[in-house]
């Protein structure tokens, strides 16, 4: 083993012009000896042709200040003194043998530029308490063997390296999007929300489509834009499990069951009526409304879908409510940098009496503040089951722009009648994409390598976690 010490030292090397002056002398030296040469004097117009302009120049000045030449009353140049010691000469000559000189010389010469200094690294090398010619061989664990028989007094062991990273350990990871999710649900307790059940990623027609007041003609209801399913093409009407149940003669809630399934024919009846001829003071659409569209299956398209079933359900007890749903949605979209034919929906519903349009503007803004958008603006905007409607728009610093972020509106009474609920209550409805806050949140410009097969799992694995009102 050997120890080293590092030394440093300043070095002053010769430029070019500095290594020309300690070989032929300094230019103050040859203006010198070009006048002391001239018997009569030397005109200053002839100094540039006998030492060069670069000495003429340098040289003359340096001369008259050491007082090595003066000028007589016609302009002439004399020598002052017989001889002169070429000063500079001899500094540099010095400074090229040994590197160094006292520290005022050092200073005049770098301003002259003709040396540079420059630092010298050099180890010096000695041997060490442990020097050895040859590599010492270190155990590295202690073994009973080596405790029995004493051996271990007389081995060298390797020392324990405590600052030395561990073997990974593989492990799951939070994908960033259910890290949004998690901080988009806790903002939903903190505001007394309730969880829906979404997980029924198949509905029929009526629950996602006529439920809402959507026509069966509408474009959103076409092949290109919906997923259908094929097999089966359709699905039951609402409510036909508590038909089947109340038909069995040994069920001891035969009575109730009756009850529900009468309360399901009636909205089914209700819906037909307020889109075929109009129906609670609309005029509906004016059309023949079929049964089998209403009951084709489809991937839904929007998680709206559960809350027109989760309100039904309160209209048998109507009362203030607050609900959220946060799942997978499907849409026949061609897929691109921001556009997948699945994505997450985030969405909130309130039910209550005396409701307002500046009630849910006054809403939206205390929501998004809880994730850190402040500036809001509301535009208006068209939904088949809500009127009015509102787009929202942030203004995104990072961006520096209004960036949509959402849809928001209070939910017709074409879709709230039908299901028993009272005619003055109202209830807001709000959603936005799961996936465009976490997109901004990790920096993330494709969709595709947030969701899908293209997702880097490093990405995953080493994400931090994500707060909604911070930066």
């Given amino acids: 083993m050997v120890v080293y010490e590092t030394l440093e030292k300043d070095e002053a090397n010769l430029t070019p012009e500095g290594a020309q002056i300690a070989a032929h002398g300094s230019h103050e030296a040859k203006v010198f000896e070009a006048v002391l040469k001239a018997v009569e004097g030397l005109q200053i117009d002839r100094l540039p042709g006998l030492v060069g302009k670069e000495s003429a120049k340098v040289g003359q000045g340096k001369a008259f200040k050491e007082g090595w030449v003066k000028k007589d009353k016609k302009g002439i140049l004399i020598a002052n003194v017989d001889s002169i010691i070429d000063t500079t000469q001899e500094q540099l000559r010095e400074i090229a043998t040994s590197k160094t000189h006292s520290p005022s010389v050092l200073a005049d010469l770098r301003k002259r530029k003709l040396i540079l200094m420059g630092k010298v690294i050099s180890y010096k090398i000695t041997k060490g308490p442990k020097y050895a010619r040859e590599i010492p061989n270190e155990e590295t664990d202690l073994t009973y063997e080596m405790l029995a028989s004493d051996t271990w007094k007389h081995l060298a062991f390797k020392p324990y390296n405590f600052k030395a990273l561990g073997v990974p350990i593989p492990c799951g990871a939070v994908h960033p999007l259910n890290k949004v999710r998690h901080e988009f649900r806790q903002i939903f307790f903190e505001m007394g929300f309730e969880e829906m059940p979404t997980n029924r990623f198949v509905e029929t027609g009526f629950w996602n489509f006529d439920a809402l007041f959507v026509p069966q003609q509408h474009p959103a209801r076409d092949l290109q834009d919906t997923f259908y399913i094929s097999d089966p093409l359709v699905g039951d009407k609402p409510g036909m499990h508590a038909t089947k149940s109340a038909a069995r003669k040994d069920d001891p809630v035969t009575s109730s069951e009756e009850c529900r399934g009468d309360e399901y024919r009636r909205y089914w009846d209700d819906i037909k009526s307020v889109h075929e001829t109009g129906k609670f003071g609309s005029i509906g659409y004016r059309y023949p409304w079929r049964e089998e569209e209403a009951k084709r299956l489809v991937l839904r398209t929007h998680t709206t879908a559960i809350s027109a079933e989760v309100l039904h359900r309160l ?43 500046g009630g849910l503007i006054g809403f939206m803004e205390a929501f998004f503040a809880k994730m850190g958008v402040h500036n809001l603006r509301f535009k208006p905007a068209y939904n088949p089951y809500t009127e009015p409607s509102m787009e929202i728009f942030g203004w995104h610093e990072g961006l520096a722009r209004w960036v949509e972020i959402g849809n928001s509106g209070m939910f017709r009474p074409e879709m709230l009648e039908p299901m028993g609920l009272p005619k003055d209550m109202r209830v807001y409805g709000w959603g936005l994409s799961l996936e465009r806050p976490t997109m901004i949140k990790y920096g993330v410009k494709n969709i595709r390598e947030l969701l899908g097969h293209r997702v880097d799992l490093s990405f995953v694995e080493h994400n931090p976690a994500v707060r909604l009102e911070r930066d």
């Fill in 315 to 357: 209209a048998a007890d109507p009362r203030p409510a607050r609900y959220f749903s946060i799942d997978r949605v499907f849409r026949n979209e061609t897929v691109d940098a921001t556009h997948l034919a699945e994505f997450h929906q985030v969405e909130g519903v309130i039910a209550d009496f005396g409701l307002t349009l």
